[in-house]
């Protein structure tokens, strides 16, 4: 597959996917950079995401962690599948305050049936970007329904 | 403590809790039983928390999970504690679909500064109670800031 | 299936495989109960599974509570089905000290492809049974090889 | 710290509870490269550790993994410190054969109470070092008992 085409077939895929989740569109989340194999999400702070003490919801930093992940699975998958997230753990290292929240999801194993991607959540804050949650993920592959 | 002063002072800190928590008014969750060691809360369907086919998203089971976990948590503190997630992890076993989503947060060992919970999320549909994921939590018990 | 075929045939197939796994030997591992969705497995105190302060060591307990997992799975599957760990989470509890540990691996969810187990770790120590360790394990059926 | 005193104290340590897990011997696992915050454990292929088809057996593979973890958190503690795991993750990525394992503990975030460790297995078989497994853990501090 070219570079072109990863960009204009599989991008245009994860684009279209990603603005049919209600979730991400409620929380404010955005798509960032899609590479083969590696996908990241934006979510800025506001009013919708906090906790009660004014940072990021955990579950916030989490949705948009796995989300990351499933849609870095799927660069590297036909147009045929889709992808579930079986399960995910994700260690939350530090508050995650700032302006924004930046997650990674990067495979780590990509297999017939299941895909393994690890999940990494930076803060950005004051022009610093802190590393503030952690996770694995496991996704199978499924026919698109 | 008594059931009493469990029922009015906890559970009044628990509920301020849970009104400052952004991310939960802005899913449409509340709050619902509450009893020593185990927290409920209630996601009703809406366009704002599904994922890309129309089902409920992970990313919002998780976070009603996670919340519930540190609620639970929360239900043993004495009011100068407060509670963060050290991190968790989720099985999302069938895909979440009905008409409400109900976490519960069970505790499963609680330490002086550590606490670990059952997280179990089950679908409401067609009258029919089914356990669309499950997980286990760990959370740390800080000074209240 | 009756619960005679179960005993019969299902039994044999587990108590062939675990007498052929060189680590549950080593560590003086046995299997106990085998019930449909739910196995047990036993391991004594020896000098051999010990941590540094002579407690059972942590990989010791994972490795019965893994071992335990996989073969309640296998209780479900035909004879020509196998089964792989994907992954496993495991909180340690308390400390593991006593004559013995069970491990307990029980179906949460069996699916065609995926399998997810409870397991649950006790002490036997001064005749009570504590749990030591919690977790939660993803399993995958595949054909025998 | 110098690097000298490193190598000559935390190494000691470590080398000292090492010798002190029978299940370490047992397995024949041997430490390393220690450097602060990271710790290699080896575990040459043996019948000791397989499973039913001959491979390293998941449990032998977490072990390895979780003390590997366990004395990475260790390298950046004071003398009067001990650690315990509160909880691990792991993904079994591919069938774990070969002549040995390695087990790779990395400190991805160091804190006062709790420490946050990656952990990477590779298996090396004809000359090649193959990821086998991958995982994350939660490590406390405590007082040296």
Redesign the interface.
Known sequence: MTETSFTSETQARIEQ??A?????S??GARLGQITPGEVHIHLPM????????GFF????T???A??AGGYAALTLFDPGSAV???????????PARGDELEAVGTI??SGR??T?C?LDVYAHANGARV?VA???Q?L?RIDN?
């Open positions: 996917s990603f049919k989740q209600g979730l991400m409620t929380l506001s009013g919708r995401v906090t906790q009660q003490h919801h955990g579950g916030a989490s949705a948009i796995d989300s579930l997230t079986v399960e995910y753990k994700i260690n939350l290292l530090a780590l194993k049936t299941l393994i690890r590393l952690a996770g694995q496991t199978i329904p």
